[in-house]
């Protein structure tokens, strides 16, 4: 163990569903997290956590009530605990707040979803980036992004570069989820934070600039049927996801990146209604004399993604198309997971989307503890070695095959 971190402490913020599956996995693996905290804005759901793990691992972990956007509050319970390490399953909005606390009493932070402010439904970068020189002032690390996708995708990539190209010229990450989970319309996380994801204009990298075309809910907009290892042909459609940002600048030679998920025409025909009505509205609005913002109403009126599992049946199928050179010959490889609903429930309580989320978090976080990933600074996961992050998904849950493939046709 690094000596710099040799407590293995770890404390969770947040108690949703990728949370529950963090504090699960990393209870697991005794060794490495040797005590845990799991601190969120509702303490029941913190309670409901340690006693599940009591139950299933006879171990103890700790909780605590915090309201992670007040950065006293969260600083002094940071303090009072003294993790080696922050880990942030709250929301977006969370993040900067969780990074001012973490600078204050200089504690490694890592994450799964880039900043998002709460009145624009626009996310980047760019305010976590302005924190590299203070993080590296105060001699602590930041791994931005360590879920699936971010996370895993972008360890895929690095993986691929490192071991099996010289230059990757084309990526396309396509994301399956091909669970049913009974309801007729349900997130499989943060409601919230996936209804104002998937209904911007879509962007992807072609050529060293950005193309947009249409939300994947209006007319025009781009999409394929994609014959998935297990799951089968679905329909894919193309969407902007926050890690093709810090692919393009870190993947040499590449030319053209793009982002696929699938969704069903249910799906789709169900937000159309929600956003035709304005339930996918961000601003306020006035309602008998009462502020209401639609879609957090919404989020209240939808099931919690944690609650998704007991019904959920099917796999989920998550991995990277890239073609590009090695040796000077033109080759394509498809890096994938398979992972299957029913058995995350067995395991976690929860379904399988957020337990791809959940396992990488927790592995981005034992490679912190265990001086694998050392540094001063802000990075995102591709920028790190993934070796041992790679031969972690096998060990943990989420083990992963590359196979030949021919180059995607457009
Ligand atoms: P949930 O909504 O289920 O959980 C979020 C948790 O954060 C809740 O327990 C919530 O508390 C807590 N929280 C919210 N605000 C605060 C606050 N101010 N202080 C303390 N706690 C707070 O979300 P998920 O578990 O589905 O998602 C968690 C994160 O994972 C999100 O950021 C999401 O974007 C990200 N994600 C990343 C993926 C990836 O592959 N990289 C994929 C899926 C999700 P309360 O219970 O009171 O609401």
Redesign the pocket.
Known sequence: MNEKKGRGKIMI????????VAAHKCAQVPDVFREIMV????FS?CEAIREDIARRYGRDIRTAQ?????VAE?SALIDRFRPDVVL???????DL?IMDACLETGVDYV???NYEPPDAAHFEYSWQWAYRERFVQKGIMAVL????????TNIFTAYCQKHLFDEIHYLDILDCNAGSHGHPFAT???????IREITQPVRHWKQGKWVVTPAIIEEGSVHFTFDYPIAGAKESYLLYHEELESLVQHVRGLTRARFWMTFSDTYLNHLRVLRNVGMTRIDEVDYEGHKVVPVKFLKSLLP???SLGSNYKGKTVIGNIMSGKKDGKGITRYIYNVCDHEEAFRETGTQA??Y???V??MIGAMMLLTGVWQGTGVYTTEELDPDKFMEALNTYGLPWQVVEHAPLPF
């Open positions: 913020i947040g108690a949703g569903g990728v949370a529950t601190a969120s804005r509702t759901k915090v309201d992670a956007d007040n969260l942030n399953l709250a929301l977006p909005y969370q707040h994450d799964t979803a992004g360590s879920g699936f996708d971010p996370g895993v499989n996380f943060n409601p919230e934070i996936n919690e993604p944690a989307i957020a791809t989320t959940g990488p978090a």
